[in-house]
């Protein structure tokens, strides 16, 4: 069977269950004695060992498996949950990361080797002297010297002296499994299905459940009546693979029974892996699985694509229908025009939040992230985390990890102060990092705020001028923020020293691309000794936004409603020239002014007159007047991207499609600053 089919389904679902694993460790390590955090690592563990197995991927499936032993001493109390345990699951959770990502990349389990990790584990029993090493020559031992723990009850022993009278013998067998086996209840259930094609089993030790669940470790034992004699028995099991021993034994009974039943009568006592006796719990189980995926389900996100397409398509001949003019239109038609728009903006909702997902998904992974850079840096940090719930489109989701550990990661190295350095200063010795996200209109906000030391503005400018990124003269003409921006500009970096977390100045350029790719901005917020806050701001959806149109020369083109804080007019006569840029004097603050027509080289269709028309934008705390020759009003756009071709284009984000069919040009207000 091809099991590339299901890769996809397993990298989702082992994603799902590490991130589940990851938060269970963490809440682990505060308080090692809860049994059900166990319980819930435990079967995650045993849920990725299985899966593993079914694939192939035998480096994830015998790591989980020696995860399961150590997990089940601490579930069992022979093993004590301490730091060290924590940290050596903690290093197993990230080498089976790192072989789920290497089958995202090429199919194939990571690079790791998974023999030193598993040796630690081995180690850990070992040392508490719980249970032996589950490695081969021990496997070996054991079976050598073997003896049987199953015992006679007495219904059992009634059962195999009246077995005797119909001439069927009982013996006591000893199954022992290859230490390699993936599957070792698969593998049962084919041992006990051969042997009941001979005769009965009345007794499993461990228990039908519990060899179902593959709570044994590589033997089981039964008590088998059958007509078969030893040799054959011992045959049919060892023709089926992945079984390294059979021992059998016949039993020995005594006395007579004077109503002798036939043997068959048997199947309705202790039947280990019977089908009819499982039927009411599988039926169980499935109804509760049924209960919970019929809430959600995995979606393809081009099957979204496609339909967010075809909802596009039809807010452009909703659009189309309302640029028809006709005088011989009826109130039907307008009507009709009218219920069309709320069709297509409750079906614009439904796929909007289709393609919503919570960012709980991405800040999930930060808290082990803070808790490892705290132990490297020899600091105390407490993570705070707020508005996970908040919802952000799925493509956001993917691609606004990496801004975030960069930020984090300035925060913890450069922002906040060795515990020394702290209690000096009077705070307190564990420095606070905070993670907030929330809805702000028709944009998401992530701030990343610290309590440490803020950003020296004096060493931002000396770094800066060291590494001539500006001038001068430039500099001394900068306010404060401005000079913080700086932060932003590739190669920059104040780390005094080069070490694994930073200091290669590959950090902030990296957020700010990122951030502005997805159509979002980064601002800064600094005060020396209190403290940095960065604010991202990023939009609801990436396909479709309100946008102000507009038309340059004889071009029509979109300004985002997002990015406009006011429309207004200003006289010609009232603009100046400060350093070669065009201002004007509006509500007592120095507005610049942008002539698009000279940006975009649109040619101008009349001579300047005495009044313009300004649309001012904003960029964080920066605004600015863009001068358009005519307004058109507030539209509904879908964004189209321009290709490969015309990526590189920085004014322009994108295009549209009007109701006309012709296309206007989507303008990045963002770029314009």
Do not use: W
């Amino acid at each position: 069977m091809d099991m590339n089919q299901y890769l996809d389904i397993f990298i989702e679902e082992s994603k799902e269950h590490l991130q589940d694993m990851n938060q269970l460790l963490l809440k682990l390590e505060a308080s090692t004695d809860d049994l059900s955090l166990l319980n819930e690592i435990f079967r995650i563990a045993h849920t990725l060992k299985g899966m593993s197995g079914t694939m192939g991927y035998v480096k994830m499936a015998n790591l989980t498996h020696e995860m399961e032993n150590v997990l089940q001493s601490i579930r069992n109390k022979e093993i004590e949950a301490n730091e060290h345990i924590i940290d050596v699951l903690f290093e197993c959770f990230d080498t089976l990361e790192e072989y789920v990502n290497g089958l995202i990349k090429n199919g194939v389990e990571g690079d790791l080797d998974p023999k030193p990790l598993i040796k630690k584990l081995s180690n850990i029993m070992n040392n508490n002297s719980m249970e032996k090493s589950h490695d081969e020559e021990d496997i070996k031992d054991e079976e050598n010297n073997s003896k049987f723990t199953i015992d006679i009850e007495d219904i059992t022993y009634n059962i195999i002296n009246k077995a005797r009278e119909s001439n069927f013998s009982s013996f006591k067998i000893m199954v022992v499994l290859n230490p390699e086996c993936m599957l070792k209840a698969a593998r049962a259930f084919i041992v006990f299905n051969t042997l009941e094609k001979f005769g009965e089993i009345i007794r499993s030790k461990p228990s039908a459940e519990e060899i179902e669940d593959e709570k044994f470790d590589n033997a089981f034992e039964i008590i088998y009546i059958t007509k078969l004699d030893e040799n054959t028995i011992r045959n049919e099991i060892l023709n089926i693979s992945e079984i390294n021993e059979v021992v059998v034994e016949r039993i020995k009974v005594e006395g007579n029974i004077n109503k002798p039943q036939k043997i068959k009568e048997t199947k309705k006592i202790n039947k280990p892996v019977s089908k009819n006796n499982d039927k009411p719990k599988k039926e169980e189980k499935s109804n509760k699985l049924k209960s919970k995926t019929s809430k959600t389900v995995r979606v393809d996100i081009d099957r979204l694509d496609n339909l967010m397409n075809l909802v596009s398509e039809l807010i452009i001949i909703k659009t189309r229908l309302e640029d028809i003019e006709d005088s011989k239109l009826n109130t039907n038609m307008n009507e009709a025009v009218e219920y069309l728009e709320r069709i297509t903006t409750s079906l614009h909702d439904a796929v909007m939040k289709v393609r919503m997902v919570p960012i709980e998904r991405t800040f999930n992974r930060f808290p082990r992230m803070v808790r490892d850079l705290s132990k490297e840096l020899g600091k105390e940090i407490k993570l705070y985390m707020t508005g996970e719930e908040t919802e952000v489109d799925r493509t956001v989701i993917d691609e606004i990890g990496d801004p975030l550990i960069h930020l984090l990661r300035n925060s913890i190295d450069h922002g906040i102060e060795d515990p020394k350095t702290r209690e000096e200063l009077g705070k307190p010795k564990a420095g606070n990092v905070y993670l907030r996200a929330y809805p702000d209109g028709n944009n998401v906000v992530i701030e990343v705020e610290d309590d440490g030391s803020g950003i020296s503005i004096e060493k931002v400018r000396d770094k800066a001028l060291s590494k001539g990124l500006v001038s001068k003269e430039t500099i001394a003409n900068m306010n404060n923020d401005e000079i913080v921006n700086l932060l932003f500009k590739p190669g920059f970096s104040t780390a005094e020293k080069i070490s694994d977390i930073s200091g290669r100045g590959v950090g902030l350029d990296v957020v700010k691309t990122k951030i502005e790719s997805l159509g979002g901005l980064v601002e800064v917020h600094s005060e020396m000794n209190m403290g940095s806050k960065f604010i991202i701001r990023l939009p609801l959806t990436l396909a479709i936004i309100q946008a102000l149109m507009v038309t340059i020369g004889d071009e029509k083109y979109a300004l985002p409603l997002n990015s406009i804080k006011e429309i207004a007019t200003i006289k010609t006569n009232t603009i100046r020239k400060v350093h070669n840029q065009e201002v004007v004097l509006f509500r007592n603050n120095t507005l610049p002014i942008l002539r698009m027509n000279e940006i975009l080289q649109v040619n101008k269709i009349s001579e300047d007159k005495d009044e313009m028309i300004i649309v001012v934008v904003k960029k964080g705390d920066k605004i600015a007047g863009l001068v358009v020759d005519n307004l058109i009003g507030q539209q509904e756009v879908v964004i189209k991207s321009l290709g490969k071709y015309l990526s590189g284009i920085k004014v322009i984000a994108g295009a549209t499609i009007l109701g006309n069919g012709q296309i206007a040009l989507i303008v990045d207000p963002n770029s314009l600053f």
